[in-house]
């Protein structure tokens, strides 16, 4: 994963949101300060599946949850939502071509 991503700094915006950082603008710049060189709209997509995840969290038994990134099940890093979607929305065009 390359320090494009914010995916790449997963471990520390994750401790960070935890410990209650949620505004975009200074995630971003703690982040740059640790080396990101992704855009603030990169980093904005992840935190709204966060912010989605907190608000579909409900009564006092839940913790707010972080969603996890779908990842490729052979490497490990994490795919991008769009190639997920992608992926799952087309399967036969996905998986390789089985002959007969």
Not at 6 to 14: D, G
Not at 32 to 41: P, Q
Not at 60 to 65: E, F, G, N, S, V
Request: charged share 25%.
């Amino acid at each position: 994963m390359k320090k494009t991503s914010p995916w790449y700094f997963e471990e520390f915006l994750s401790q960070s949101w935890k410990d209650g950082i949620r505004t975009g603008s200074v995630l971003l710049r703690l982040i740059r300060e640790r080396g990101y060189e992704g855009s603030a709209t990169h980093l904005q997509r992840l935190l709204a599946g966060w912010r989605r995840a907190v608000k579909q969290a409900k009564g006092p038994a839940l913790k707010r949850q972080i969603l996890e990134p779908v990842r490729d099940p052979e490497t490990g890093h994490a795919i991008s939502p769009v190639i997920a979607t992608l992926c799952a929305s087309n399967p036969a065009e996905s998986s390789p071509r089985i002959r007969s």
